[in-house]
């Protein structure tokens, strides 16, 4: 399949999935095409530095051995609709967690929040950091702090500014919160990201982590 490269201004949504077992924990933010030099590149591209980025952050070292960091995945998203213009998924070599220590119970949480200049709801976003340990809780059930802080340079790192490609030919890519409503989508720039020590209980859904671009 060809891919098309992208232009400034295209967004895209980035979905990264850990796989303990049958069960999974899904964590997406939204990116924005910010710059291009020379020949741009390609959704599929994104999807394999994504996945680098991910995998490079840290977050393996914190996370059990039993879970698998699966292939990233790109959406091109069509600003006029919303919808899913093309997918592009990595095809690197599957990382596993590195800590051996026992999970805690898989509802709970680290709330992890993504914050802009913009006010309001609409201004903010947050996601849910999966699969926690029970070695990372202190004897309160509360995130111990050095953890709180790898969870936050985790994503940080993973959803920072990204560059695809090699020079001379390379695309920039910068975290946004994307507003769907109304259409065509809009977003914001993505200030912060930030891992504040809550805990958040998922009971509405099957997964750890929801999508929240």
């Given at each position: 399949m060809?891919?098309p490269?992208l232009?400034v201004g295209d967004?895209?949504l980035i979905?990264?999935?850990?796989q303990?077992s049958v069960?999974a924990?899904?964590?997406?933010c939204?990116?924005?095409?910010?710059?291009?030099t020379g020949?741009?590149?390609?959704?599929?591209?994104?999807?394999q530095?994504?996945?680098?980025?991910w995998t490079g952050s840290g977050?393996?070292?914190?996370?059990?051995?039993s879970?698998?960091?699966?292939p990233?995945k790109?959406?091109?998203?069509?600003?006029?609709?919303?919808f899913?213009l093309q997918v592009?998924?990595?095809s690197d070599t599957?990382?596993?967690?590195?800590?051996?220590l026992g999970?805690?119970?898989?509802?709970?949480?680290?709330?992890?929040r993504?914050t802009?200049q913009?006010?309001?709801?609409s201004?903010?976003?947050?996601l849910?950091h999966?699969?926690l340990l029970v070695?990372?809780l202190?004897?309160?059930?509360?995130?111990?702090?050095?953890?709180s802080?790898?969870?936050s340079?985790?994503?940080?790192?993973?959803?920072?500014?990204?560059i695809?490609?090699?020079?001379?030919?390379?695309?920039?890519?910068?975290p946004v919160?994307?507003?769907?409503?109304?259409?065509?989508l809009?977003?914001t720039?993505?200030?912060?990201i930030l891992c504040?020590?809550?805990?958040?209980?998922?009971?509405r859904r099957g997964?750890?982590?929801?999508?929240?671009?």
């Open positions: 060809a891919f490269n232009v967004l895209v979905t990264l999935r850990q303990l069960q924990g899904e964590v997406t939204g990116m924005a095409c910010s710059a291009v020949l741009s590149q390609s959704i599929k591209a994104v999807a530095q994504m996945y680098s980025e977050l393996p070292i914190i996370a059990s051995d879970v698998t960091f699966t990233a790109a959406s091109l998203l069509d600003k006029a609709t919303g899913v592009g998924v990595s599957l990382t596993v967690g590195q800590d051996s999970l805690a119970p898989g509802q709970v949480s680290p709330v992890v993504k802009s913009r006010a309001g709801r201004g903010r976003g947050r849910f999966p699969f070695s990372q202190d004897n309160n059930g509360h995130l111990l702090p050095g953890i802080d790898s969870i340079v985790g994503y940080s790192h993973t959803f920072g500014e990204v695809i490609g090699t020079a001379p030919d390379t695309c920039t890519l910068v919160i994307i507003h769907r409503s109304p259409l065509p809009t977003f720039p993505i200030d912060d504040t020590g809550l805990l958040g209980t998922q009971r997964q750890y982590g929801r999508p929240n671009p």
